[in-house]
């Protein structure tokens, strides 16, 4: 994994594993986006009123990089990731919804 796109954060990983849990095996792009909505809803009590001009541009992303990469062992995969504003803005509502402090976990 190059530094560029190391997850700059031990939970990145389990957080976008918690949105891919949600949305990866959606039948139809509608189901797909259903369920990415209920994603977000259930992160916007945790959103931060600072966070919020990021996530009203439209359309937003949540990655600026996410890749997997077979690392030879079985079913193993190397996972890079950096998160857009919006994915960062969105990674500290998960933390707070985790009852974690962004600041106190942040790098």
């Given amino acids: ?33 259903q369920a990415l909505h209920g994603f977000l809803d259930d992160l916007t009590p945790w959103l931060s009123p600072a966070d919020l001009p990021t996530l009203l541009e439209q359309p937003f992303t949540l990655f600026d990089h996410l890749a997997f990469t077979p690392n030879g062992g079985e079913g193993d995969e190397d996972v890079s990731v950096a998160l857009s504003q919006a994915g960062e803005a969105l990674f500290r509502a998960w933390l707070r919804q985790r009852g974690l402090d962004p600041m106190i976990c942040s790098s």
Avoid: S
Avoid at 6 to 16: G, Y
């Fill in 1 to 33: 994994m190059t530094e560029a796109h190391a997850p700059h954060h031990p939970l990145v990983l389990p957080f976008v594993c918690a949105l891919l849990q949600r949305t990866l095996h959606c039948p139809t792009a509608a189901a797909h986006q």
